[in-house]
T-cell receptor, first 109, second 114 residues
Framework: GQNIDQPTEMTATEGAIVQINCTYQ??????LFWYQQHAGEAPTFLSY??LDGLEEKGRFSSFLSRSKGYSYLLLKELQMKDSASYLC??????????WGAGTKLIIKP | ETGVTQTPRHLVMGMTNKKSLKCEQH?????MYWYKQSAKKPLELMFV???????ENNSVPSRFSPECPNSSHLFLHLHTLQPEDSALYLC?????????????FGPGTRLTVL
């Protein structure tokens, strides 16, 4: 079966760096997405990786290794507003989006 | 209005009620989606419409009935629901279906079935 694994919850300190991991086993691979979802709000697009390597976008970076079925989202200079759930999703060879259950990130002062 | 909007934001209904969820996208997209989001579970894709035609129905019970009158509007009609149907129902849209296009989500309808 198809599966996306990410930690259920993580805690980090304001101003620090946190890395949220995502591993996947899917029928083929056509790209990996990261979304941010604040409580009670819509998931919003953060990043898209289809080739191996690191994509940097301001304080957020996303890394992909297709051979390892692995990605991470790196958040730097954490702010209180970064407290949210982070969803990993992989598009398989049928262009179906397979979603992880999300990682709830708690930022402490 | 911009992006994807959903109404109502909250809905409480009894098992014998009939209600409808509404989604509207102002992005000029051709594909629209209904998802169910339950606590600590992955998003579950329910239905997909592309150019107003239903392309996906992921074994969703018939008590959920979608309707897509045009590319900008999507409805989810609900009847004789069960308490386990309580969840956040998210609508999303993308430029096209079956591509690498990013999906844009609405804020969701928090549904409680008593």
């Amino acid at each position: 079966g198809q599966n996306i694994d990410q930690p259920t919850e993580m805690t980090a300190t304001e101003g620090a760096i946190v890395q949220i991991n995502c591993t996947y086993q899917t029928s083929g691979f056509n790209g990996l997405f990261w979304y941010q979802q604040h409580a009670g709000e819509a998931p919003t697009f953060l990043s898209y990786n289809v080739l191996d390597g690191l994509e940097e976008k301001g304080r957020f970076s996303s890394f992909l290794s297709r051979s390892k079925g692995y990605s991470y989202l790196l958040l730097k200079e954490l702010q209180m507003k970064d407290s949210a759930s982070y969803l990993c999703a992989v598009r398989d060879s049928n262009d179906q989006l397979i979603w992880g259950a999300g990682t709830k990130l708690i930022i402490k002062p | 209005e911009t992006g994807v909007t959903q109404t109502p934001r909250h809905l409480v209904m009894g098992m014998t009620n009939k209600k409808s969820l509404k989604c509207e996208q102002h992005l000029g997209h051709n594909a629209m989606y209904w998802y169910k989001q339950s606590a600590k579970k992955p998003l579950e894709l329910m239905f997909v419409y592309n150019f107003k035609e239903q392309t996906e129905n992921n074994s969703v019970p018939s008590r959920f009935s979608p309707e897509c009158p045009n590319s900008s509007h999507l409805f989810l009609h609900l009847h004789t629901l069960q308490p386990e149907d309580s969840a956040l129902y998210l609508c999303a849209s993308s430029q096209d279906y079956g591509s690498t296009d990013t999906q844009y989500f609405g804020p969701g309808t928090r549904l409680t079935v008593l």
